[in-house]
């Protein structure tokens, strides 16, 4: 690939640096245009509550019932035709009604992300792809993961409190029920359109029904006596009579796949009759979009719903959402790089681009940039679904009334999804930069403190603000005559108050240190860093022997932060001894390097470097050396912290307790009565360099304090050989219990982050199983093993009742009413937050042999959060997950390679 720019916008060939080769002529051929699919209907769906859970509907007596949902539900787009450069496309059938084609008769579920507001997207709702074209779904794909000996999930320890959630219930009419038929036609016909067509001739007899093409819902029996109905029509296109016959199926449980389809049907049509439009996944009001014209954004404000079964009756989760809308093209971006950077134009475009999501405002559709092919232009031909040569120029003028101006500039490659591939859409989708508009926000606009600031005005909403933009919503689907004519008609209504209900409030944990020490935080902030003022920490290396590289330009600010690091050691307990001092030549990465080898050959403790910021190759540089080339402890800062008078003696403070983390001290402990048990934490990261494969960092305890840890990290391109190098990794830390304590745990509880919901039946059949028959294999057989899923990026939302909604405390607990009855679930509040609404984390325990009653494991969990070295206060996830994610971080994002194993014993990646 050549960096040279031709001209204009350049041409050539681009080496997919999304899957680090080039792509194919084969590839290139099997082009689509945006939005084209192969001829089907698209199938809706994400998944089945599994048998014999949940009751259904809330019968409208009930006053205060609830409702979950997460961000998927039922998106689908609306009819396409074929397409420019189509393989094998014809008419995509229009969304409202191929929800449900192709579905098999009984309880069946599909891949995809749905959602109990679990933001993961466990729910079965329907969502963009899902299933599209008639294929049975997996029936595994929501499995039952609570354990059949399992009495109660909940706990009862802690102070009760009143929680309000942003779930709204769904109300039914007494004895409301939901009927499956199944419509039978002679002649056959295979047209979803022509079927129903047909069959609506007869909506008059037929009264509310919902018709996918194969399966037809309503709330009443068609005939009295359950015989089929049989109805002719007539079709227009010869005059031929059609036999219409339909069957009833059964009468459809809440706990079938199809119930939960039938409720996001409905809710789609619901956000559709607000005059919302659908970008992506969810659904977004243009017409009052935020405009912050000095940073080119535009927010459009929005709706995350999805609607499914909870533990009693069926809910609808709402989660606020924005759109970031950028108002530059992906040209201009290519343009700004042109300016730049025109040595290695084509390099730097695909640095900045490649992954990335851009919109298409012309059909509101989002796609990822995988390539650019800079050989094929606007001004190329391709066949037109008339069989007659026609340029993309023409395609876009005649289609979307789109001028495209630019006849020279590259195409985008967006490969298909993997719910597209399964639907058997195979070829890339071309795309024209000036028509694409870039989502998100790049790594300059994230550290613009201004933009995020504007920005955060109008996304970061504190409860009081997000409940009255939910009550909004309840509002706007009162007030709207098409939504409430669409839910009289069957007999249902949505609940206009949030759901209320009880729930737990953990007892503040007592921070220890050694000897005596000890501090104890309040509820609203789980916060310990005033204690640091005078600590002795529960254990301490010194650091007698350390050196300090800095530039020249940053010579007096570094001399100003060691005086006080100097200043702040005894209050910690920690003897820090004077650093010998390397000043560097210039600030260029390869003097840094050049000054390290130096440096590391003396054999100080730990080596810190000042770099000149967060932004340029240095960070990197400096970590290849001290984890990959020459293992030894690190601590890099930045220049741009130290020229800050104000605030450093407190982060002279967090350096030095980093640094005895590094050196392999322990700042502080909570008490845990657990005896002989290791906590292992498994999380997960794509490399940045190497796009086809991930990071899986393991991290596990290997004391009776939970507070040292032994680190790994490997790499995998798949779900199974992460398996193969997840289960090496546990029997390392096996291996070092063992030493370290004597003997093997009696226990194992494992928390693993990074599992979405369609990827559960692999981890339930493939990797607990790999994990135990790795125990079996270290002589472990009566092991009492524990494996929980971790999910943080949910759509739940958690108020708490004082008169005006605040954020729940520290410790909040629940474990009914939005759960979900196939799986043991709790959600749990752990961190404190002084801004916006508080983010709950789920926890959802798919084996369990420990004999840990539920108040156990909630308080483990909860006890864990304390244990994170890098932030004085509670973190999110179990300091084993967030250990694992800084691991897995600095891996996939700097060093690009397995660290040093010497190192694994240390937190040296804090």
């Given at each position: 690939m050549s960096d040279n720019p031709p001209p204009s916008i350049p041409t050539g060939r681009a080496r997919g640096r999304a899957r680090a080769r080039a792509r194919t002529q084969e590839e290139l051929d099997a082009v689509r245009m945006p939005g084209q699919l192969p001829f089907m209907s698209q199938g809706r769906g994400r998944g089945v509550t599994p048998?014999?859970?949940?009751?259904?509907?809330?019968?409208?007596?009930?006053?205060?019932?609830?409702?979950?949902?997460?961000?998927?539900?039922?998106?689908?787009?609306?009819?396409?035709?074929?397409?420019?450069?189509?393989?094998?496309?014809?008419?995509?059938?229009?969304?409202?009604?191929e929800k449900m084609a192709g579905l098999a008769i009984g309880s069946s579920n599909s891949n995809g992300n749905g959602g109990n507001g679990n933001g993961n997207g466990s729910a079965p709702s329907v969502g963009r792809g899902a299933t599209r074209g008639r294929r049975d779904r997996a029936t595994e794909y929501l499995p039952r993961t609570r354990p059949d000996n399992l009495v109660s999930k909940k706990g009862s320890g802690g102070e009760e409190i009143t929680i309000t959630a942003n779930f709204f219930a769904l109300v039914a009419k007494p004895n409301w029920r939901l009927m499956l038929y199944r419509v039978d036609m002679v002649p056959e016909i295979d047209n979803t359109k022509v079927r129903k067509g047909l069959l609506y001739v007869h909506k008059d007899?037929?009264?509310?029904?919902?018709?996918?093409?194969?399966?037809?819902?309503?709330?009443?029996?068609?005939?009295?006596?359950?015989?089929?109905?049989?109805?002719?029509?007539?079709?227009?296109?010869?005059?031929?009579?059609?036999?219409?016959?339909?069957?009833?199926?059964?009468?459809?449980?809440?706990s079938d796949y199809h119930y939960t389809v039938f409720f996001n049907i409905v809710l789609r049509r619901c956000m559709e009759g607000m005059k919302m439009q659908l970008v992506g996944r969810n659904y977004y009001d243009p017409s009052a979009k935020v405009a912050l014209k000095q940073f080119k954004l535009e927010l459009w404000p929005g709706y995350e719903t999805s609607i499914r079964q909870h533990e009693n009756s069926v809910l609808l989760c709402c989660e606020v959402s924005h759109k970031i809308l950028r108002t530059d093209t992906v040209l201009e971006q290519m343009q700004e790089v042109f300016k730049t950077n025109k040595a290695n134009f084509r390099s730097g475009c695909e640095k900045i681009l490649l992954g990335c999501i851009v919109l298409t405002r012309y059909n509101n559709k989002t796609y990822r940039i995988d390539d650019i092919s800079w050989e094929k232009h606007p001004t190329d031909s391709f066949e037109s679904s008339k069989g007659t040569p026609m340029t993309f120029i023409e395609y876009y003028e005649g289609k979307y009334n789109r001028t495209i101006r630019d006849g020279q500039q590259p195409l985008l490659v967006s490969m298909p999804t993997l719910r597209e591939k399964r639907s058997g859409v195979n070829g890339p989708v071309l795309l024209i930069p000036e028509l694409c508009f870039m989502?998100?926000?790049?790594?300059?606009?994230?550290?613009?403190?201004?933009?995020?600031?504007?920005?955060?005005?109008?996304?970061?909403?504190?409860?009081?603000?997000?409940?009255?933009?939910?009550?909004?919503?309840?509002?706007?689907?009162?007030?709207?005559?098409?939504?409430?004519?669409?839910?009289k008609n069957w007999n249902l209504r949505f609940a206009e108050e949030l759901v209320k209900f009880r729930a737990r409030i953990l007892a503040p944990e007592a921070i220890l240190g050694a000897g005596s020490a000890k501090f104890t935080y309040s509820h609203d902030n789980a916060d310990w860093g005033g204690a640091f003022r005078n600590w002795k920490q529960w254990s301490v290396v010194n650091c007698s022997k350390w050196a300090v590289v800095y530039a020249p330009r940053d010579a007096t600010a570094t001399q100003e932060f060691i005086n006080m690091m100097l200043k702040v050691g005894p209050s910690l307990g920690m003897i820090i001894g004077k650093p010998k001092v390397f000043e560097l030549l210039d600030n260029r990465p390869v003097t840094y390097i050049q000054t390290l080898d130096r440096v590391i050959d003396m054999k100080p403790a730990i080596v810190m470097v000042v770099i000149p910021n967060n932004k340029g190759d240095h960070y990197a540089v400096v970590k290849k050396k001290c984890c990959l080339e020459k293992p030894i402890p690190s601590q890099c800062m930045t220049a741009t912290v130290l020229g800050k008078p104000k605030g450093l003696m407190s982060v002279a403070t967090k350096v030095a307790l980093?640094?005895?983390?590094?050196?392999?001290?322990?700042?502080?402990?909570?008490?845990?009565?657990?005896?002989?048990?290791?906590?292992?934490?498994?999380?997960?990261y794509h490399d940045s360099l190497h796009k086809d494969k991930s990071v899986g960092a393991v991290v596990a305890s290997?004391?009776?304090?939970f507070t040292k840890f032994i680190s790994m990290a490997d790499f995998h391109s798949n779900q199974s050989e992460m398996t193969d190098k997840m289960c090496p990794?546990?029997?390392?830390?096996?291996?070092?219990?063992?030493?370290?304590?004597?003997?093997?745990?009696?226990?194992?509880?494992?928390?693993r982050d990074g599992v979405g919901d369609g990827q559960i039946p692999y981890v339930v059949e493939h990797e607990v199983a790999a994990i135990t028959k790795c125990f079996n294999e270290a002589g472990m057989d009566e092991v009492k093993f524990t494996y929980i899923i971790v999910s943080k990026r949910i759509n739940t939302r958690l108020f708490r009742n004082n008169g005006k909604p605040t954020n729940p405390p520290s410790g909040t607990v629940v474990d009914?009413?939005?759960?979900?009855?196939?799986?043991?679930?709790?959600?749990?509040?752990?961190?404190?937050?002084?801004?916006?609404?508080?983010?709950?984390?789920?926890?959802?325990?798919?084996?369990?042999?420990?004999?840990?009653?539920?108040?156990?494991?909630?308080s483990l969990t909860y006890k864990l959060t304390h244990l994170y070295y890098n932030w004085p206060g509670t973190v999110r996830v179990p300091a084993v997950c967030q250990y694992a994610h800084k691991l897995a971080l600095l891996v996939g994002d700097s060093l690009h390679k397995m660290p040093a194993e010497g190192l694994g014993d240390l937190l040296y990646y804090l």
């Open positions: 048998e014999g859970r949940g009751r259904g509907v809330t019968p409208e007596r009930v006053i205060d019932p609830e409702v979950p949902t997460g961000r998927a539900y039922h998106r689908g787009g609306s009819a396409t035709t074929a397409q420019p450069g189509s393989s094998g496309a014809g008419s995509a059938e229009s969304a409202a009604s007899r037929l009264g509310s029904v919902i018709f996918d093409g194969t399966v037809l819902y309503t709330d009443s029996t068609l005939t009295p006596d359950q015989k089929p109905l049989v109805l002719n029509s007539k079709r227009e296109s010869d005059g031929q009579v059609v036999v219409i016959t339909i069957r009833l199926v059964e009468e459809i449980q809440p989502t998100g926000l790049s790594d300059e606009q994230r550290a613009n403190f201004n933009l995020m600031k504007a920005m955060g005005d109008y996304t970061r909403q504190d409860p009081a603000k997000r409940t009255q933009t939910l009550a909004g919503f309840s509002k706007r689907i009162k007030d709207t005559p098409e939504i409430q004519e669409e839910l980093q640094m005895n983390c590094k050196l392999g001290g322990e700042p502080w402990a909570v008490k845990i009565p657990l005896k002989n048990t290791m906590v292992i934490g498994y999380d997960t290997i004391n009776a304090t990794a546990i029997a390392k830390a096996l291996r070092k219990y063992n030493s370290v304590n004597g003997c093997l745990p009696e226990r194992v509880i494992m928390y009914d009413v939005i759960t979900l009855p196939e799986r043991y679930d709790f959600f749990l509040v752990s961190q404190s937050v002084r801004q916006g609404t508080v983010n709950p984390t789920s926890y959802n325990v798919v084996k369990d042999t420990s004999g840990l009653r539920p108040d156990h494991i909630q």
